[in-house]
């Protein structure tokens, strides 16, 4: 056999070498679309969570509605100088269920494929890891805030319409209205985006779900109102920023907090939350 023939007959026997394309991150976000959708849970996690806030505030409106002759003169004439009807457009714990539902869902996102390994599997075919978590953060923002203004708005449509039977309801054009609107509504990409870096950085479902609670609901608690710098960090948290946006008059409140650095606090959260998020997983195992 010649040189030649030695050399056609390597190359006919060496495997062929097959380049992948590279992942664009369009088809990461289409990957984490169908990761978040595959889980039935999540499906649940949304229907029972968006039930759960709108009854809450409609049953507040209903039973503003059904006892409303057993206020007194007074108390009815100020209900809605007072920003009561906002209030009950979104209440507290309606807020405090949206935030424990969404922190849930973030985080079973990322807890969810460290249990099953599945992270490994997407860190081998994907290497650029910050580019896998960028399109998880897209994904994760885009359906919770849609979820948010779903709720948020069905919510200030009914518990205004129930109102309504008493003369009682205001429009969405209502001074403060559609500020009640919109922060409950970014209530719940907040609250997924932290429960997303928590679950990155501690990657264990129960550590993950007990530190989004003592975040969201135990430190606004601690944390009192009559102290400046309690007054502060309460302030500086998501729900004490929901709070400031949510609540009409503020006149009762010994060390009030502007619209603008409540805004500002719910962007810190999110654009924090959403770095952690993307940069924690660079140089960690999986």
């Not at 006892?67 to 100088?81: E, K, L, P």
């Not at 309504?164 to 309801?169: A, C, K, L, Q």
Request: hydrophobic residues 55%; charged residues 15%; glycine residues 6%.
């Amino acid at each position: 056999m010649t040189t030649i023939d030695k050399a056609t007959v390597t190359a006919t026997l060496a495997p062929a070498r097959v380049t992948e394309p590279r992942a664009r991150f369009r088809d990461l976000v289409a990957a984490e679309w169908i990761k978040l959708w595959s889980l039935r849970s999540n499906t649940w996690a949304f229907v029972i969570g968006a039930l759960a806030v709108i009854g809450f505030n409609v049953g507040a409106a209903w039973d503003t509605y059904r006892y409303w002759t057993a206020r007194d003169a007074g108390s009815r004439a100020d209900f809605v100088r007072d920003g009561i009807p906002l209030s009950i457009a979104f209440t507290a714990n309606a807020a405090m269920i949206l935030m424990l539902a969404l922190s849930a869902i973030g985080a079973t996102a990322i807890v969810g494929e460290y249990r099953t390994g599945m992270i490994r599997t997407t860190f081998t075919v994907v290497p650029a890891r910050r580019s896998v978590m960028a399109a998880k953060v897209c994904v994760i923002t885009a359906v919770t805030t849609v979820f948010g203004a779903v709720v948020a708005a069905a919510s200030f449509g009914l518990t205004q319409a129930v109102l309504s039977g008493r003369h009682i309801g205001v429009p969405i054009d209502h001074p403060g209205a559609l500020r009640v609107v919109v922060a409950s509504a970014l209530l719940a990409p907040v609250s997924a985006l932290l429960g997303l870096a928590l679950g990155t950085l501690i990657r264990h479902s129960a550590a993950t779900m007990t530190a989004n609670v003592v975040i969201l609901l135990v430190l606004p608690l601690v944390f009192s109102a009559d102290r400046h710098w309690a007054a502060v960090a309460d302030h500086a948290l998501p729900t004490g920023a929901w709070i400031r946006l949510a609540d009409v008059d503020q006149q009762g409140v010994a060390y009030p907090w502007t619209l603008t650095g409540a805004w500002t606090v719910y962007a810190v959260w999110a654009l924090v939350a959403a770095a952690v998020a993307v940069t924690s997983v660079q140089r960690r195992d999986q």
